[in-house]
């Protein structure tokens, strides 16, 4: 599985962006994709996942409601949809695919990452 992650940018507070994730194949069955965001000197951080097979999604928080993760079988490509950026979404996104989990560990496959800078 090959992943490519793109759409980051420069995007003013409270933006919104649409990052991509292109993969070779999105029909295994049981896979997962991903995405993480890791900012300067910190932790690779999970944001949301969704099941390729059920289409079940996992957000990290559910309750902010400013992320949307979505799939494309057509276009073999998975979206995360970002509102209400805030400068602390800075960093560099990174799509992966492999276990349906909130863990970074449990993803055998990265993409390259995009940068995201939220600024004024």
């Known amino acids: 599985v090959q992943l490519q992650a793109s759409g980051g940018g420069l995007v003013q507070p409270g933006g919104s962006l649409t990052l991509s994730c292109a993969a070779s194949?999105?029909?295994?069955?049981?896979?997962?994709v991903g995405w993480f965001r890791q900012a300067p000197g910190k932790e690779r951080v999970f944001l949301a996942t969704?099941?390729?097979?059920?289409?079940?999604?996992t957000y990290r928080n559910p309750a902010e409601d400013r992320f949307t993760i979505s799939k494309d079988n057509a276009k073999n490509t998975v979206y995360l949809q970002k509102n209400n950026l805030k400068p602390d979404d800075t960093g560099v996104y990174y799509c992966?695919?492999?276990?349906?989990?909130?863990?970074?560990?449990?993803?055998?496959?990265w993409g390259q990452g995009t940068q995201v800078t939220v600024s004024s």
């Open positions: 194949v999105l029909t295994l069955d049981n896979y997962a």
């Open positions: 992966a695919a492999g276990d349906d989990s909130n863990y970074a560990d449990d993803y055998e496959y």
């Open positions: 969704i099941n390729l097979n059920t289409r079940h999604t």
